[in-house]
């Protein structure tokens, strides 16, 4: 496939296959693979990328009789719009219709994950909520479109392993509280009751546990996926306390997470950064 490197609206031929512009969407296939849209629809080019640095506080207030301002009640960050700008040409009337046809599918997820070739590192979930309509009575188009992030956080694409015995620090910069993929903890003892904690929240498991038990801890923050608990693989979730802290454990840079009784511990975490 030849590929076009753009300044402008002026093409410049490079006749290096291998180009790809520096911020190339990936879209993630079901096989956890991510492809430029480049590799996919031959003639498409990314020219430009906006809409993926600082966001700013959605701010819910009351305003008071008498005072300047208003009373802060509460500060959340809104979804993330993140614009791509892309050019998109055909020889025919016919190949410009079947290569938006497939510009749509490659886009249609409700919530797909995607990065960008500037930053391979980590992901972004989101959806397609607007499109802009290109020029009529050509075949080629410079055009944009909108994804909604409605998680404005991406996130590690490749998790980070931690393991210890009877406890893990989190050594790596994660700033803002982020749920482990993945706790897992093999006992060496009897017990009837495994902790986890980080000192602010604590999730506690009841049941009989033997030595060369192996629990492993799935916390989900995906809408689609549920969180979940396996004892020797098997499926435990009614072992869990009412009162833990299940859904909403969260770890950070600094963070000492133990487990009792004391046994081999591995956590993985994909840290997640605005």
């Not at 909108?146 to 392993?161: A, G, Q, W, Y």
Request: charge should be negative; include cysteine; glycine fraction near 6%.
């Amino acid at each position: 496939m030849k590929q076009y490197e753009f300044h402008n609206l002026d093409i410049n031929e490079r006749g290096d296959p291998s180009f790809l512009p520096p911020e190339a969407l990936y879209i993630i296939q079901e096989n956890g693979v991510g492809t430029p849209i480049e590799d996919l629809i031959d003639g498409y080019q990314t020219l430009n990328v906006s809409g993926r640095e600082l966001v700013g506080y959605s701010l819910k207030t009351e305003d008071v009789t008498g005072s300047d301002g208003a009373m802060f009640l509460s500060a959340n960050y809104p979804t993330r719009e993140i614009e791509v700008t892309y050019f998109l040409q055909a020889k025919t009337d016919e190949e410009f219709r079947a290569k938006y046809q497939l510009l749509n599918y490659y886009l249609s997820g409700k919530q797909f994950k995607f990065y960008f070739y500037d930053d391979t590192q980590y992901f972004w979930t989101g959806t397609v909520t607007a499109a802009d309509k290109p020029d009529p009575g050509l075949n080629q188009a410079k055009s944009t479109f909108t994804i909604t992030c409605s998680n404005p956080f991406k996130r590690l694409i490749e998790p980070v392993t931690y393991k210890g015995t009877g406890s893990v620090r989190i050594a790596e910069p994660v700033y803002y509280g982020t749920a482990p993929d993945l706790i897992q903890i093999a006992l060496a003892s009897s017990a009837s009751a495994i902790s986890v904690t980080n000192s602010r929240q604590t999730i506690s498991l009841t049941g009989t546990f033997v030595a060369g038990d192996v629990v492993k801890i799935e916390p989900s923050t995906d809408e689609e996926q549920q969180s979940m608990i396996y004892l020797n693989d098997k499926q435990a979730l009614n072992l869990l306390d009412l009162t833990s802290d299940f859904e909403n454990f969260a770890v950070k840079q600094g963070d000492v997470v133990t487990v009792t009784p004391s046994a081999d511990l591995m956590l993985k975490l994909r840290r997640r950064e605005l």
